[in-house]
């Protein structure tokens, strides 16, 4: 159980287009999912959290602008990088907030999605 | 927000027990320790989560002292496939926080 997916998991785009990544929560409810940004060789990097309903929150940083994001159900929050850049390769990782009843606060996460913008 | 400081890397062979410290002096009552492992291009995967004393899962082991600053996750005999960023992080609230990791090898 608590299996999060993430479509695509690679993909390749021109410079200037917009890419959509979706994160599925597949077994069960989540009400925020989370959305991370990771470079080569460096650590995961949180960009924004996603409550369903409601308007995400960003980390200092990130343009909300650029990388928009919602959350129209509980089980799908989708993150769309506009106008991207080369800059804006990377690896997408998303989580979701769930309860299994033993752990206090578990996240648990896509298996993430190459973005390659050439 | 509770820091953490792990070693970057280690090295360990096949079959031996490594155990990878983690300091957070300034961890919280409410805290919880959670290690994460992460293979190259996939998401970060739990391996175990804990308040204090001794927790044991099937594939690993997480030592914690009674002060709480630092924790210790015990992963015994490894293999080659163990090869991964194990990551600590201090939970006290929905935002994880991932340091930069420890890089573990498994040479055969």
């Known amino acids: 159980g608590a299996v999060v997916s993430q479509h695509p998991s690679w993909v390749i785009c021109k410079s200037g287009t917009s890419v959509k990544i979706e994160c599925r929560s597949l077994?069960?409810?989540?009400?925020?999912m989370f959305w991370y940004r990771q470079f080569p060789k460096q650590s995961l990097m949180l960009m924004a959290t996603s409550n369903e309903g409601s308007k995400a929150t960003y980390e200092q940083g990130v343009e909300k602008d650029k990388f928009l994001i919602n959350h129209a159900s509980l089980t799908l929050s989708t993150l769309t990088v506009t106008s991207a850049h080369p800059e804006d390769s990377s690896f997408y990782i998303c989580?979701?907030?769930?309860?299994?009843?033993?752990?206090?606060?578990?996240?648990?996460f896509g298996p993430g999605t190459r973005l390659t913008v050439l | 927000l509770a820091k953490t400081t792990q070693p970057i890397s280690m090295d360990s062979y096949e079959g031996q027990e490594v155990n990878i410290t983690c300091s957070h002096n300034?961890?919280?009552?409410?805290?919880?320790i959670t290690w994460y492992q992460q293979f190259p291009s996939q998401g970060p995967r739990f391996i175990i989560q804990g308040y204090k004393t001794k927790v044991t899962n099937e594939v690993a082991s997480l030592f914690i002292p009674a002060d709480r600053k630092s924790s210790t996750l015990s992963l015994p005999r490894v293999s080659l496939s163990d090869t991964a960023v194990y990551y600590c992080l201090v939970v006290g609230g929905q935002n994880f926080v991932f340091g930069p990791g420890t890089r573990l090898s498994v040479l055969p």
């Open positions: 989580s979701a907030d769930g309860d299994r009843g033993t752990t206090y606060n578990e996240q648990f």
């Open positions: 300034n961890i919280a009552t409410n805290d919880y």
């Open positions: 077994d069960f409810q989540a009400t925020t």
